[in-house]
């Protein structure tokens, strides 16, 4: 386990400053050894193993050495730090490196002798995460990483976004995933055997824990930062990389976090996420626009230029914003993944200056926001309606369902009749043929047709609850408002098309 040059003593042996002899190399050497500076005659690795780990090649120091055998005292090669290795492998600072100077990180070799054999300069090799070893309950690490999938990015650039990054510590297994504008960070209990950390691929792990035949499965890092997986019979060996690699997520300090119903927040996204805007030329419609109110009111309001969603509840604390706030589709939905894992959890929301931070019980969310101003919403509302009808919810929704099987697919377009009594939908293609439903309702008014993409209808009739629905109609060229009989906390806004 050496580099040898010209001058090194053929079968001298291992001796550090505290006189032990050949202690065994550890198997980190191969990596050290490529990352030692070449060019330097005579010198020589030793990577020595006597409960810390020490690092080091060996020079003639013999006359400055005090805490050397007197039999060593002439020409024993003793040991010194090597300073670049101690950093580049995050071991720790050098004692002495204030000793640096423009002439090079040795500029007074004796003075640092005598501090590297005063100092005893060491690192643990748990602390340096060579090694890492934890055993977890399968369902736990499967949670985990069932929650990474749909944050890592499996077609990227920088293939390390497709890893999680896995730390294990005395407090337990922390899984994080990040694609460098949304992260999660969730912790589990584990029984950690070694602390280190590595990262390793979200889909491939995930695969193999899912399939893993124990309820306990074991993960051991290994040389060159390959992972060893165990469970029961079953054995893997998978490509890592070092955690150092792995982005950082940003930081969290400065947002004051909120308690909030999880139950409510996860309603407010369920009747808003549906009508975000999947056009990537449009940004700023790509996410809902979250907006406190003075009234200790939050309104959260969708739309892709088709179709508007709006809700307003009442969520007491102050989010100390200054206007409202666009949380990303891909954040938005993400989060609402979280909160159906457990609706009635307690959980904090909170925002920075373009982040928003999420977080409940052993898990924390970071997203970065969109950086834009979201379109005046209220002038697309309309204030009165020329007519209301009443409209079974239900049969409405199933209606619209069956008829639009025959719209045009891309349109989706189907006609809305309204008449005495009567609301007539109907559908035609001229390649498949025609279809027509009616439903009675309790209507006096003039007569109207109206057309409208069946979809944006389905979707709002879909999230909302009751038996009965508002639907407000002007002109043929009017846009339709649906929400819930006397009350409109919650509106969908929904454009007429020609048909």
Do not use: W
């Amino acid at each position: 386990m050496r580099r040898d040059g010209p001058t090194a003593p053929k079968g001298a042996p291992a001796v550090d400053h505290r006189g032990h002899r050949d202690a065994p190399a550890c198997r980190a050497y191969q990596r050290l050894n490529e990352a030692m500076p070449r060019g330097v005659e005579g010198e020589r690795v030793y990577l020595e193993m006597d409960g810390p780990l020490r690092i080091s090649n060996r020079i003639e120091h013999s006359r400055k050495c005090m805490s050397a055998s007197v039999e060593d005292r002439d020409g024993v090669p003793r040991l010194r730090v090597v300073h670049n290795l101690f950093v580049g492998f995050r071991f720790g600072e050098h004692a002495n490196k204030q000793l640096s100077g423009p002439h090079g990180p040795y500029p007074d070799r004796s003075k640092r002798v005598d501090s590297i054999h005063s100092t005893g300069y060491t690192a643990n090799v748990a602390e340096t995460g060579f090694r890492m070893e934890f055993r977890i309950a399968a369902e736990e690490l499967k949670r985990a990483l069932y929650r990474a999938q749909g944050i890592v990015e499996r077609k990227t650039t920088m293939p390390i976004l497709a890893n999680v990054l896995i730390n294990a510590t005395k407090a337990g297994v922390q899984v994080t995933a990040f694609d460098l504008d949304i992260g999660i960070v969730s912790e589990h209990s584990g029984e950690v055997l070694k602390p280190g950390g590595v990262t390793v691929s979200a889909k491939y792990l995930f695969d193999i824990v899912q399939s893993a035949p124990e309820p306990q499965v074991t993960l051991k890092k290994l040389p060159n930062n390959y992972v060893d997986i165990t469970s029961g019979s079953a054995h893997f060996k998978i490509v890592g990389t070092a955690p150092e690699e792995y982005p950082k997520l940003p930081k969290e300090e400065s947002a004051p976090l909120i308690k909030l119903n999880g139950a409510t927040l996860l309603e407010m996204i369920r009747r808003t996420s549906f009508a975000i805007s999947s056009d990537e030329t449009r940004y700023i419609l790509n996410g809902v626009f979250f907006e406190p109110r003075e009234d200790s009111k939050i309104r959260m309001v969708a739309t892709d230029g088709h179709r508007l969603a709006f809700v307003e509840r009442e969520l007491a604390g102050d989010f100390k914003l200054k206007g409202g706030v666009i949380i990303p589709r891909k954040g938005l939905f993400e989060l609402k993944r979280l909160l159906d894992e457990a609706p009635e959890a307690e959980c904090q929301l909170g925002f920075a200056e373009n982040s928003a931070i999420f977080k409940k019980p052993g898990l924390t969310m970071v997203m970065r926001l969109i950086d834009g101003q979201f379109p005046e919403y209220q002038r697309v509302i309309p204030q009165e309606s020329v007519r209301t009808v009443l409209l079974p919810r239900g049969k409405f929704l199933d209606a619209l369902r069956r008829i639009s099987l025959l719209s045009v697919d891309k349109s989706n377009a189907v006609k809305v009749a309204l008449s005495e009594n009567l609301i007539r939908i109907t559908s035609s293609n001229p390649d498949l043929g025609e279809a027509k439903d009616d439903l009675e309702v309790n209507y006096k008014g003039n007569e109207i047709t109206i057309g409208f993409n069946a979809r944006y209808l389905i979707d709002v009739l879909s999230v909302l609850e009751g038996d009965q629905v508002a639907f407000e109609l002007g002109d043929e060229h009017s846009p339709g408002v649906l929400h819930l009989p006397g009350e409109r906390s919650y509106i969908a806004v929904v454009m007429p098309m020609r048909v």
